[in-house]
């Protein structure tokens, strides 16, 4: 199987070897979150206000709760387009669900008329990810009419009550796609409530032996890696409590196919963005893990030794990663102002340009959520004082 080759290629992914364990969550004691960076003397020079590091959370935490109604009442016409959808277009990113028995889970959710069990639970969630899904970003969304797939998720929502307390793989698994479509709707804080039971829950069937059938083994690989991957990208932003599931890494090998039934599945088992993803939040992590395991050690360590500990680490980023967030974009907006590290960047104009792209998509999806406005507020501020500070310094000339 082509994706075994691409397993093998992640366990050893790049210039590290696959032998460190129990990295593939942030570490508890990092500050990558946005505003711990304004401890930075620098930093905190370009941001006029004096911000609580942990205001963004507090701003997720006080926002008004999603209104879903009480009406298990959905419309089931156009089903067959939403499935699809979600295959297509959200399943690539999860692989979270097994296209060989969809067909049963669809049939038992039918026999129960929705409304009972996990499987009616799994359908409904599905149904609003692939609407969602066939609608594009929430953010090109109307924000007078309830998002894609409301209607969907506030069915599956009723349910979950009486399926979050039973330990087994599927109800970990409707937790996981409900904290999925949360995410879509950048409820950070609702999607880590939902995403910390399942991760307790896996921590509870990992740790019974027998609780994990060998059936069961493959759908319970893609559970876990959803929730380490979810739960470490949320940890990067938010200041969150860690839920311990990364204990459970060295147990874990990674996804390689779901076992073909011999029935025409609903869609493919495709595999490629999964483990890309999955490499990508290992070497972020891993990342973080190396910075904070070594600053007591670089603290006594002449700069160019220092410096030069970090080049794999630099090679592997600069190969792997394309996209400026927050807090990336403040650590770029200092470096722009050393002369030693401005000297590793791109020209003066092109880092403006990055740095204006940056804040343009920041305000575009600044009404989503109060820590997205205030993040695109910061930012904007930010190079405001930046680009004040490199005209003072005589390093920026109006053209």
């Excluded at 409904?124 to 066939?134: C, D, K, M, Q």
């Excluded at 990674?254 to 490499?279: C, H, K, N, Q, S």
């Excluded at 993040?375 to 109006?398: N, V, Y």
């Amino acid at each position: 199987m082509a994706a075994l080759g691409l397993v093998q290629t992640i366990n050893g992914i790049g210039t590290w070897s696959s032998t460190a364990s129990n990295i593939s969550t942030m570490p508890k004691t990092h500050t990558t979150a946005a505003l711990n960076l304004l401890h930075s003397p620098m930093i905190r020079d370009l941001v006029s206000r004096p911000y609580d590091p942990k205001i963004l959370l507090q701003l997720e935490m006080s926002r008004e709760s999603l209104c879903l109604g009480t009406s298990l009442g959905v419309d089931l016409s156009n089903t067959g387009a939403y499935v699809q959808a979600f295959f297509e277009r959200v399943n690539v990113f999860y692989a979270c669900l097994n296209p060989y028995t969809w067909t049963s889970y669809y049939q038992t959710a039918l026999s129960h008329g929705f409304r009972d069990g996990a499987e009616s639970c799994i359908v409904l969630l599905v149904l609003a990810l692939g609407h969602a899904g066939s609608m594009g970003s929430i953010s090109q969304q109307p924000a007078d009419k309830d998002p894609p797939g409301l209607a969907y998720f506030a069915a599956a929502w009723a349910l979950l009550p009486s399926i979050i307390t039973r330990n087994n793989m599927l109800a970990a698994q409707c937790q996981i796609l409900a904290a999925a479509y949360l995410v879509y709707l950048v409820r950070p804080v609702e999607a880590w409530n939902v995403l910390t039971g399942a991760s307790m829950k896996l921590q509870l069937l990992l740790s019974a032996p027998g609780r994990v059938s060998p059936a069961e083994e493959e759908l319970s690989k893609r559970v876990y890696w959803n929730a380490l991957m979810i739960e470490s990208d949320l940890l990067a932003e938010l200041d969150l409590p860690h839920s311990g599931l990364e204990h459970f890494e060295d147990t874990f090998t990674l996804p390689t196919g779901f076992e073909d039934i011999g029935t025409d599945p609903v869609g493919r088992d495709e595999l490629w963005y999964f483990l890309a993803e999955i490499a990508l939040r290992r070497l972020l992590n891993r990342v973080s893990h190396m910075l904070y395991q070594r600053t007591s050690s670089w603290s006594k360590s002449p700069p160019a030794a220092s410096i030069a500990q970090l080049d794999p680490l630099v090679l592997e980023l600069d190969y792997q990663l394309n996209q400026c967030i927050i807090s990336q974009t403040l650590l770029v907006m200092g470096a722009t102002m050393c002369p030693s590290l401005s000297a590793l960047l791109p020209p003066p104009a092109t880092m403006d340009d990055i740095i204006n792209n940056v804040i343009h998509e920041m305000e575009r999806l600044s009404h989503l959520a109060p820590s997205l406005r205030l993040s695109a507020e910061l930012i904007r501020d930010a190079e405001g004082k930046r680009q004040m500070w490199l005209r003072t310094t005589g390093l920026k000339f109006d053209g």
